[in-house]
């Protein structure tokens, strides 16, 4: 009897493995999808419904994962943001200077991961975020956090090592600031 409990619960936890892996796989294609709809018609056109016929999948399915364009996009962004990282994460374990490790993300930052400063920008500027559900709103603040760690890391880096020296009053997250605005300015000034 004791065996077949325990066959039962490890059943149990497969099933829930298999239905979680649906669901992460048909997240993806409908966020891949998404972005691919994006680039035909921009930010603004997109729609659910539309997602839906470009996706094959019904409007309730799509529903069900994105209750609205907002949360999309900010799933959008959350799915940038993890990239992004997986990229700064490598970056950080680089032999070299903390100097050349910020150049790298920044490098990395214009080029390959441009689309998560997009989504970052268009998610910020169209007061996105804050329609998006609670989890997704969650999500996003984690990654965030988790990056300006990863920067900040290697700007005390910088300083421990000698590279770096901040004027009397002001710290790694002031420094952070600046670069991050002179980023997003950039990025206007550029793309816009």
């Known amino acids: 009897m004791v065996t077949s409990a ?4 490890s059943k149990l936890l497969r099933e829930n493995e298999i239905r979680s892996d649906v669901r992460r796989n048909r997240e993806r294609f409908m966020l891949e999808k998404a972005r691919e709809l994006i680039s035909r018609v921009g930010y603004q056109a997109l729609n659910l419904p539309e997602l839906a016929k470009f996706s094959g999948y019904s409007k309730p399915t799509i529903y069900k994962y994105f209750p609205c364009k907002e949360d999309l996009m900010v799933a959008l962004a959350i799915e940038s943001a ?3 990282i ?12 903390p100097r050349e490790k910020l150049h ?29 559900t ?3 709103q969650q999500m996003l603040d984690q990654h965030d956090e988790h ?5 900040s890391g290697i700007i005390r880096e910088a300083m421990e090592c ?13 420094l952070l600031f600046t670069l991050i605005s002179t980023e997003v300015g950039g990025y206007f000034m550029v793309f816009r």
């Open 6 to 9: 325990k066959a039962k619960k």
């Open 82 to 84: 993890e990239r992004q």
């Open 86 to 97: 997986n990229y700064m994460e490598r970056a950080i374990t680089f032999d070299g200077r």
């Open 104 to 132: 790298c993300i920044h490098a990395l930052n214009i080029t390959v991961l441009q689309e998560a400063s997009q989504d970052r920008i268009v998610i910020q500027t169209n007061k996105i975020r804050s329609s998006a």
């Open 134 to 136: 609670l989890e997704h």
């Open 147 to 151: 990056k300006i760690e990863i920067i």
């Open 162 to 174: 000698g590279d770096l020296k901040l004027p009397a009053g002001v710290d790694e997250y002031q």
